[in-house]
């Protein structure tokens, strides 16, 4: 978790060395046990993280990743390999992150409920290519995006 904390922490060797930087310590240990808080991963900060569930390795992803104050998480398929529970679970984290910071979150998801409960504005790309952007509502209607997705009624077997 401290790896994410390595920005704000600029410790140098002297100051290491001589103790000077125990209160920027102890700011990166506080600042990584809120953001393992903020994942219910308080009571696992002591476990290898090879040791965690794959749904908890996600979020320790998240967590490591929102220590470093980042004003734009970037997250690429971030429900993948998750049950209905932890896919859940990690959209009211991305809820909860969204609500109390000020972080731009963009995601690339093929977990369409996830999308639709999470996003403000999509863009729906096929084979590489722009078909369309909007609200979830304007985007899940759109005859280009339901074909691409669901085939045409032609195409019905």
């Known amino acids: 978790m401290r790896v994410g904390c390595h920005r704000s922490a600029g410790a140098g060797f002297f100051s290491r060395i001589t103790g000077a930087d125990a209160p920027t310590e102890r700011e990166a240990d506080r ?27 996600r979020a320790l992803g998240m967590a490591v990743a929102l220590a470093a104050d980042p004003t734009l998480i970037l ?9 209905p529970e932890e896919t859940r679970r990690m959209m009211e984290h991305v809820r909860r992150i969204r609500a ?5 979150i963009m995601l690339v998801e ?5 999308v639709m409960g999470l996003c403000e504005r999509i863009t729906v ?33």
């Open 31 to 57: 600042k990584a046990h809120e953001a393992l808080e903020l994942f219910d991963l308080g009571a696992l900060a002591n476990e290898p993280a090879s040791s965690l569930p794959h749904g908890h390795q």
């Open 75 to 83: 997250l690429d398929e971030p429900f993948t390999g998750m049950n």
């Open 100 to 104: 109390e910071r000020d972080i731009t």
């Open 110 to 114: 093929h977990d369409m409920q996830a």
């Open 125 to 157: 790309m096929n084979f590489g290519q722009f078909l369309t952007e909007g609200a979830p509502q304007e985007v899940a209607n759109d005859p280009r995006v339901i074909e691409a997705y669901l085939g045409r009624n032609e195409d019905a077997a």
